[in-house]
């Protein structure tokens, strides 16, 4: 599948449920070739569950996201 910032951009928004019920919020910083970098804030940021890391991560095994 290709990596494009609309389907990252899908990929967060069906998880933003998750992220309102723990005040957090995930953000596409940047996309380059298959490299995505996340930006992530509240509870989410430090959690260890790595829900939204997972989902990205199942949708698109082919990519790399560094999380910060």
Known sequence: MEI?????????????????AHDSSAELVEL???TAI?????Q???CDTNC???SL???LPEA???FR
């Open 4 to 20: 494009s910032e609309e389907k990252i951009r899908d990929i967060l928004d069906s998880l933003e449920w998750l992220m309102d």
């Open 32 to 34: 380059k070739g298959n």
């Open 38 to 42: 996340i930006q992530l804030s509240g």
């Open 44 to 46: 989410c940021a430090v």
């Open 52 to 54: 939204i890391e997972d």
């Open 57 to 59: 991560y199942q949708e």
């Open 64 to 66: 790399e996201f560094i």
